[in-house]
């Protein structure tokens, strides 16, 4: 297994211990400090987050006949964890959630209805190029021996056999949940794999999916991932979910949707707190504005639910949900060149190692074949603080897997999530505990307050497909009390 600095930059989950943006905004128990009165607005539904899963929400919300939906979003701009970056004239790349695979259908759709083209994943001619240990090798050849390979795949089978047990959408629901629930997967590993290679897999899996060390995840978090997603090779075969993205980068799927909603969307207006006082209206207050409605939907990863008050209090699951989530921040570079100078020699430009800055390096060059671009994973040791020295060292990390070429860089692009200070994280790795005692509070409404965002998906949670079905599944639970009330029509029958 790598061995890495007991305190990265990497393995900095943000979680319990983390400060919550309340103090940030100078909020406390009793609210936050204003000096002005504040302005009132009424809305039907109030959606907090305008990420993919509140967009979504609010569009399918209008679609079902609810005439006012206003979205109200921390940020300058739509998407989330979703960012489309320039690297050179006319090429936008994501900062964020970029791929998705055939299996994400909703997100398929959506950008069929929204006009959004999809761009196939670069060529993958060629090897991969992976450095471990100090050995470089490119291919999959002599990367293992025969027992490690053995050994991988029981690994494998064990894992896929515990998630075949958990019901889909609420691993807390299995039998065996609070067993798989009390050790770390590195804690699992040591008592099941014996080889290098055994661990190496998994751990690989754990880092390129989560962000984090084998001793930040449980067992049941871990294989309620693999259900998720339908299957451990989907999870670790990282070609595989990374088909397609999305012409103009997925942050465009959220600018369509917003500019759509057009002035219902406030940007730039961080809800602090929510008041459910059944005696009256919901209010959403942010520093400026209160705004009164029928139902609000919060649409994050719960962890970033903590900066909001919550009055009265949330139930103890759903605020030990919130208090114990963690999210681990990824960083994600993009470094483009004149050509795909890693091709002439044979190389797919996908490269895995340890020891160096950057451990997961994709192609991500355009279909038209320039300029060649990498995209590469931040981890190991802490990232320097100046732009400068991060493109220096993350260059250092290049030339190890491609050689010298790597040298010759036109241009650098970063988008780092550990300094956002509106996204916890980019996954959700949950400790030891968890998942098996809050998860049941994770979709729970609580009064009229509803709850979205990638996270609460039954399936594909943590990625962009399960940010729209999220959006899609609140905005129907909402509606359907909308009109059980009589407040819209009931969908008029086909046929
Ligand atoms: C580096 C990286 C790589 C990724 N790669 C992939 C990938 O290849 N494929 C894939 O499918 N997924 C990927 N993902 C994950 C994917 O991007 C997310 O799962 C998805 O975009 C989450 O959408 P969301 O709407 O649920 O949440 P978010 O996008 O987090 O939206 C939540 C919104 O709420 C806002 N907000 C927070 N607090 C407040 C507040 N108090 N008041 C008002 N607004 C608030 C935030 O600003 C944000 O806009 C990646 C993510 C990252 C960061």
């Known amino acids: 297994m790598r061995l890495r600095p007991p305190f990265t930059r990497r393995s900095f989950l943000r979680g319990a211990a983390s400060l919550g943006g309340g103090l940030l905004l100078g909020c406390g128990r009793g609210g936050c400090a204003r000096s002005a009165p504040l302005e009132?607005?009424?809305?039907?539904?109030?959606?907090?987050?305008?990420?993919?899963?509140?967009?979504?929400?609010?569009?399918?919300?209008?679609?079902?006949?609810?005439?006012?939906?206003?979205?109200?979003?921390?940020?300058?701009?739509?998407?989330?964890?979703?960012?489309?970056?320039?690297?050179?004239?006319?090429?936008?790349?994501?900062?964020?959630?970029?791929?998705?695979?055939?299996?994400?259908?909703?997100?398929?759709?959506?950008?069929?209805?929204?006009?959004?083209?999809?761009?196939?994943?670069?060529?993958?001619?060629?090897?991969?190029?992976?450095?471990?240990?100090?050995?470089?090798?490119?291919?999959?050849?002599?990367?293992?021996?025969?027992?490690?390979?053995?050994?991988?795949?029981?690994?494998?089978?064990?894992?896929?056999?515990?998630?075949?047990?958990?019901?889909?959408?609420?691993?807390?629901?299995?039998?065996?949940?609070?067993?798989?629930?009390?050790?770390?997967?590195?804690?699992?590993?040591?008592?099941?794999?014996?080889?290098?290679?055994?661990?190496?897999?998994?751990?690989?899996?754990?880092?390129?999916?989560?962000?984090?060390?084998?001793?930040?995840?449980?067992?049941?978090?871990?294989?309620a991932a693999v259900k998720s997603v339908g299957g451990l090779e989907r999870l670790m075969a990282i070609s595989d979910s990374q088909d397609v993205s999305f012409s103009g980068g997925s942050q465009m799927l959220s600018v369509k949707m917003a500019e759509a909603l057009g002035d219902q969307v406030l940007l730039a207006s961080p809800v602090t707190r929510i008041v459910d006082d059944p005696a009256g209206p919901v209010r959403v207050e942010t520093e400026r504005l209160s705004i009164e409605c029928g139902h609000v939907i919060v649409a994050m990863m719960p962890a970033d639910a903590r900066r909001i008050e919550f009055e009265p209090e949330l139930p103890e699951l759903k605020a030990g949900l919130i208090s114990n989530w963690t999210g681990s921040p990824d960083y994600k570079a993009h470094i483009v060149y004149k050509t795909p100078f890693w091709r002439n020699n044979r190389l797919n430009g996908t490269a895995v190692g340890d020891g160096v800055v950057v451990d997961f390096i994709f192609d991500s060059t355009p279909a038209a074949g320039t300029p060649g671009v990498l995209v590469a994973f931040g981890a190991g040791e802490e990232l320097p603080a100046t732009v400068d020295d991060r493109k220096e060292v993350v260059t250092q990390s290049l030339v190890s897997f491609f050689g010298e070429e790597a040298l010759d860089a036109i241009n650098f692009v970063e988008m780092d999530w550990l300094t956002e200070e509106w996204s916890t994280g980019c996954a959700s790795p949950l400790a030891p505990g968890v998942l098996s005692k809050y998860g049941p509070a994770l979709r729970q409404p609580v009064g009229r307050i509803h709850w979205g965002g990638s996270e609460t998906s039954a399936e594909f949670d943590g990625f962009m497909e399960g940010a729209v079905r999220a959006g899609e599944r609140v905005a129907s639970e909402v509606a359907a009390i909308l009109r059980e009330s009589g407040a819209i029509p009931a969908p008029a029958k086909s046929g």
Not at 56 to 65: D, I, Q, S
Not at 137 to 160: C, I, M, N, P
Not at 188 to 202: C, K, P
């Open 40 to 223: 009132r607005r009424t809305a039907g539904v109030v959606v907090v987050g305008a990420g993919l899963s509140g967009l979504v929400a609010a569009r399918e919300l209008r679609k079902a006949g609810v005439g006012s939906v206003v979205v109200v979003e921390a940020r300058n701009r739509v998407g989330g964890l979703t960012i489309s970056q320039e690297v050179s004239q006319g090429v936008m790349v994501d900062g964020g959630g970029a791929w998705v695979s055939p299996k994400h259908t909703r997100i398929l759709a959506l950008a069929e209805e929204l006009g959004v083209g999809t761009v196939d994943a670069a060529e993958s001619k060629g090897n991969p190029v992976f450095l471990f240990d100090g050995v470089r090798v490119a291919g999959t050849g002599r990367l293992f021996s025969r027992a490690e390979a053995r050994e991988l795949r029981q690994l494998r089978d064990k894992l896929e056999g515990m998630a075949a047990e958990l019901p889909v959408g609420a691993p807390w629901d299995a039998p065996r949940a609070a067993e798989y629930d009390e050790v770390s997967m590195a804690h699992w590993l040591a008592d099941n794999s014996s080889t290098v290679w055994g661990r190496r897999d998994i751990d690989l899996a754990i880092d390129f999916t989560f962000g984090c060390q084998p001793y930040d995840i449980s067992l049941l978090r871990f294989v």
